[in-house]
Structure formats: structure tokens, C-alpha cells
């Protein structure tokens, strides 16, 4: 058995690099656009492929060092804030509160599932979790926060092998089923978006000239830096009165309440400047959230998952069952049958999968292709990223017991 450790520098060039191979992939293969497959996606896969080769066949195994990708997460985040108008907020309160319960309910099912399944291979029922909402809905964070408790307070020892194994095959699962998902229910349907609204993340693939020049990107870069730099001192703030909360969740709430102190600014600077801004703030959304990804998916290792292979394949083949099934039928009714409700659909995936920026790094590739729907990108994190982390503790907590 042999490690090696990638450098910082030469893993993040390595991202670039396949992130530009997800970009020609995409643009050439008609199947990848078809069913819009995120390119992060697709230049990650190849990724996994040469690290699995090398694993199964050298016994070697590589590990990308990745430090800068939480930070990229931030930028993101930044960036959708400052590109929210708190009408669409209010607009949105409704859809929000819908989603939310849907989630609720996906997480009860995506556990119930998960414990008699758990059942059925001979093991603690409590250990299905780990393959439930701890490792799926939860994702890394929230398994690392579990698997000591588990192991602990419940005996199962392979708690953490679990759970990270399910993380990984359900982050990959997510990834390549939103935008397929999505596609699925446009034409279905015969859904569009509804006029031509800016995307809030990245240029769409045709259509309008993009507005940037020097100062456009300079001014864009100040606001997401000044958004992050609020965004974590909001998220001290909120750590000092005893709430844990994602930090890049304080980064979007940063965001939005600059964004919406913008009417504040001279007018003729807001008119002058913003529009070539807002193109600028989007390119670097989509940017950071493309590296983002790809890190993610450097960074699974996949040799993990040799131990609980069996009953992680079965589990995880009838939560994906469970998530397409759910939000054909469920979600996309429940959300209004619209080409929005389709958008969410693409990120429910990533919502009861993957992670938030699985969710996003699905709905941008279904904008990108077919149009912009803004509230779908409000409702989405502010759900994955807040309201949801809450909730799954809840739910964890009452059946551990």
C-alpha cells in the first residue's frame, strides 16, 4: 500500500485543468448537454477514474491537498447574496416554508429506509442512520460530528466507515441525477423560463452579450471580499451566542443585506457601474463553485468503501430510488409544475444527497441551458443550509435516543 500527497498548488492547478476538460466535455458531447451534466462533474470523474485505476490496480492511493476549497465555498455563497433582491425574497416565503417540509418528510423516509435496511443485513437498526440523513441529508460534517457518538453510546464501532462511504457514493449519485431529473420535467412539460432575467450564476450558453470591462470584475471582487470578510465576522458572532451554524451560510446573509443596501448608493453610480457588476459577480460565482466541486470530487476516496460495499450498494441504490421517485412525483407537483419547480427538482437531489453546492452546481447547469429562475437559487441554500441542518438534528437526536 503506498500514499501520495498531492501539493496545494499543483492540486489546485490540477482542478483548473479539469474543470476547462468538464467545460470541453460539455460543449461537445451532446449527451453531457442533453441532460445537463455540471461540468465540475464531469472533468471530477475523470479525476476518480485515474485515482480508482490507480488504487485498484498499483494498490496506490492519492490524496489532493485541497485547503483553499471552503474558501471557494464562501466566495460562492457571497456571491448569491449579493446578487438577491429582497422582493424575490419575500416573494419566496411561501415555496420556502413548501420545500422545507418536503425535506422534513424525505428525511424521515430517507432514515426509516435506511434502519430497516440496517435490519435486514443483521446490523443495529440505528446504524442505518449513518446511511440515512447523518452521511446523505447531513453530509461530511454532520457524519464526523455523529460516528464518535455511535460509536460510543450505540457500540457500532464502523459508525464513521459507514457514513463517510455513503457521503461519497451519494455525492456522486446527486451530482449526476438533478440535471437529468430536470430535463425529464421541462420537456415533459413544455416549460420555459419566464422572461430573460439574468442567471444568477455564470453566463447562459447563448443568447445576450455579456456586460464586463477592468472595473466591473475589480468592483466585483471588492464586494465578495468586504461580503466574506461580514460573513465570517457575522458567523463569530452568531458561534459567540451558542448557535452553530455552516459559515457560509452567514456569508449569504451578508450578501443579501448588502445587496439590499445598495438603493442607498448614488443612483447614477448604481445605473453605471451594477449591471456590468452583477455579470461580473455571476462569472466568479460560477467560478468558485466549479472549483469547489471539483476539489470535493478529488477529494473522495473511493478505497473506503471496500469494507461495507455490499450494504452500502443496496442502501444507497434504494435511497437514489427513493429521491428520483420523490421528487418527480412529490416535490415538482408540491413546488407548482412550473419551470422553477423543475430548477428545484435538479437541486433536491443535492439537497437529500449530496451537499448545497451538489444542489447549485445542478440548477446552474439547467439555467445555463434553458434560463434563469432566480428563486429557485434564493430557496435552495437558504433550505440546505440553514433550515435543514436544524431540523436533521432534531430528527437524528430523537432516534438515536
Partial sequence: MTFLSVHPFLSFNLAVVLLILGKILTLNLDLLRRYSIPEPVAGGFLCIAVTGGLWAVFDLRVAFEVGIRDFLLLVFFAGIGLKSDIRTLLAGGRPLVILLVLATGFILLQNFAGMGLAGLFGMAPQAGLMVGSVSLTGGVGTTLAWAPIFAERLGITNALELGVAANTVGLIAACVIGGPIAALLIRRGGLKAEGRRDLDIGVPNEGRAVRMDYFCILWAILALNVTVLLGLALHEAIAAAGVTLPAFVSCLVAGIILRNLLPLAPRRLVLRVWPGVDDALALISDLS??????????????????????????ALVVQILLTVGFTIWVVFPAMGRDYEAAVISAGFGGITLGSTATAIA????????????????????????????????????????
Avoid: K, Y
Fill in 289 to 314: 463553485l466549479g472549483l469547489f466541486l471539483i476539489m470535493a470530487l478529488m477529494g473522495l476516496q473511493i478505497w473506503e468503501l471496500s469494507g461495507v460495499l455490499l450494504f452500502i450498494t443496496v
Fill in 362 to 401: 445542478n440548477m446552474t447547469a439547467v439555467a445555463q441551458q434553458h434560463g434563469a429562475a432566480h428563486r429557485a437559487f434564493v430557496i435552495v441554500p437558504l433550505v440546505c443550509g440553514f433550515f435543514i441542518d436544524i431540523v436533521n438534528a432534531l430528527i437524528i437526536s430523537a432516534l438515536v435516543g
